[in-house]
């Protein structure tokens, strides 16, 4: 909140605006979705760009510094560009801990380890400089940071969380799928009908949501000898893209999913 004189003396308040959109139905929708063709599109981009996965990475990285600026300088919720962000996030976090997996030989238990110490990190940072974890409360600029790295630790420690559970593991992709969705619902339920706190009830079905798509990402995309329905990477990552532009087209014409005043609780 901030005041400003005008002429007179009069002092006006003002409530400035959170950059990150009311948490409504629309938002778990479309994040799911975006986490979706994170993983899809990832596979996709690696197996055809003909970079290499390390080359992909970089030029992904590249596309999603060059969108986070634009996203940075935005005064208000934008929401093709926030939700831009989120896809391009999705698919650097998939892409990172490809690399570690493939590349560098990391197991994903060890990955699963590292990004959750690093999100750890990251809300134990932001919650000692900020006193508050509320994506309600994200006005400024370095709160803003603190907020979109973790989005890509939940990004990375949930690919990596996926794949351990539904191919290390041997759960299986829709297995997987209903096993996140039914824990994300389980904290639903606690923060909706026992009154759980609704900042680390957010957060914790936030970083379910990036297992939950990619396991609904790679049982439709995956051939049927691995337990997948065989539609392929090309044919998944446009259908979710394309729900994802008509429900963000939907909500900007008709004002919905606005963010609420920062002040506000989630």
């Given at each position: 909140?901030t ?7 009069r ?18 929708v479309?994040?799911?979705?975006a ?16 970079l290499?996965?390390?080359?992909t ?11 986070l ?20 996030l ?6 990172i801990?490809?690399?570690?997996v ?46 979109w ?77 691995v ?6 990477t ?33």
């Open positions: 909140m005041t400003s004189s005008q002429p007179g003396g002092n006006v308040t003002t409530q400035l605006l959170s950059k990150v959109p009311e948490v409504t139905i629309f938002f778990w479309i994040k799911v979705l986490t979706t063709v994170g993983e899809t599109a990832a596979d996709f981009l690696n197996d055809n760009l003909g290499g996965l390390t080359g990475t970089v030029v992904m990285a590249l596309l999603l510094a060059g969108v600026v634009v996203q940075f300088r935005s005064p208000t919720y934008v929401p093709w560009i926030y939700w831009l962000a989120v896809v391009l999705s698919v650097v976090g998939t892409l801990t490809d690399n570690l493939e590349n560098f030989n990391v197991t994903l238990e060890a990955s699963t380890a590292i990004f959750a110490a690093g999100l750890a990190a990251t809300f134990a940072i932001w919650y000692r400089n900020e006193e508050t974890l509320s994506i309600h409360s994200i006005n400024t600029p370095r709160r803003e940071a603190y907020y790295l973790a989005i890509l630790f939940t990004f990375a420690l949930g690919t990596a969380a996926g794949d351990l559970i539904a191919e290390q593991l041997d759960v299986g992709y829709w297995r997987s799928a209903l096993l996140f969705a039914g824990t994300i619902a389980l904290i639903a339920v606690a923060h909706l009908r026992f009154r759980a706190p609704a900042i680390p009830a957010f957060w914790a079905a936030y970083i379910l949501t990036r297992p939950l798509g990619a396991s609904i990402g790679d049982y439709l995309s995956q051939d049927r000898d337990g997948g329905l065989a539609l392929g090309v044919a998944t990552t446009i259908i979710f893209l394309t729900t994802i532009v008509a429900v963000v087209v939907y909500l900007d014409r008709q004002q919905r999913n606005q963010p609420p005043p920062s002040d506000a609780s989630l």
